[in-house]
């Protein structure tokens, strides 16, 4: 059995590591160089950086903070935001990253994703689906882009698919009606793309407590899960994560 994974997530706004609920009411969480370097000393097994303004600002990543927080870390982190092109995929992991997050720009234009698995290997490449609750879909869940901001009228899991068949090795999955709540993962949604998709699936959106955690990567079958607010403000360390995680018969990373 694979180890499962504890991903802190860094959302950074204007240089700062921001955390709202559901996409919104931002309240600033620190400085990312610190938190990263912190994170990496817990034992985070990845840390993942998303600039969440870089696409609905249509602006490049903040390739010097990329720069500052790859010298600092010991552990793989992934870059997501703002990235458009094979050059700024280019240019992120130039900058140190060993992973880029790609979301609003693998709908704008698909075959991206592809050239960038060709180019530089699926294990490079994420991509960042945030999925929304619209029974009106065939999955249940609607694609959305821009940081959650704009739904696109895709089914999220169909769209998800085709995606793989190009080359994404990994899925970053934020079930935006549970982001940032604490009330625990969507089970049902990351349940459904872990069967139906050949890739590892990163949970993302709703951690409260370990709990929730293991819920996730047993009930929700996610091979990883992303948190932020429990670990930012505090509330649990990753090491309190991990020993609940290993007390309850999941495999992690020592």
Known sequence: MLAKRIIPCLDIK???????????????AGDPLELAKYYNEQGADEISFLDIM?????????????ERVSKALFIPFSVG???RTVDDIR??????????????????????????AEMFGSQAI??????????SMPSGY????KGGREPVGLDALEFAKRMVEA????????????DGTKKGYDLTVNRMFSESLNVPIIASGGAGSPEDILKVLT????????????????????????????????????
């Open 14 to 28: 204007q240089g700062r590591v921001v955390k709202g609920v559901k996409f919104a009411n931002l309240r600033d």
């Open 54 to 66: 870089a696409s609905a600002e249509s602006r490049p990543i903040f390739l010097d903070l990329v």
């Open 81 to 83: 935001g703002g990235i």
């Open 91 to 116: 240019q992120v992991l130039s900058a140190g990253a060993e992973k880029v997050s790609i979301g609003s720009a693998a709908v704008k234009n698909p075959v991206l994703v592809r050239e960038a």
């Open 126 to 135: 994420v991509l960042s689906i945030d999925a929304k609750k619209n029974s």
């Open 142 to 145: 609607e694609l959305y882009i």
């Open 167 to 178: 080359g994404a090795g990994e899925i970053l999955l934020n079930a935006m009606d549970s």
């Open 219 to 254: 009930e929700g079958k996610a091979d990883a899960a992303l948190a932020a607010s429990i670990f930012h403000y505090g509330e649990y360390t990753i090491g309190e994560a991990k020993e609940y995680l290993k007390k309850n018969g999941v495999v992690v990373r020592e």
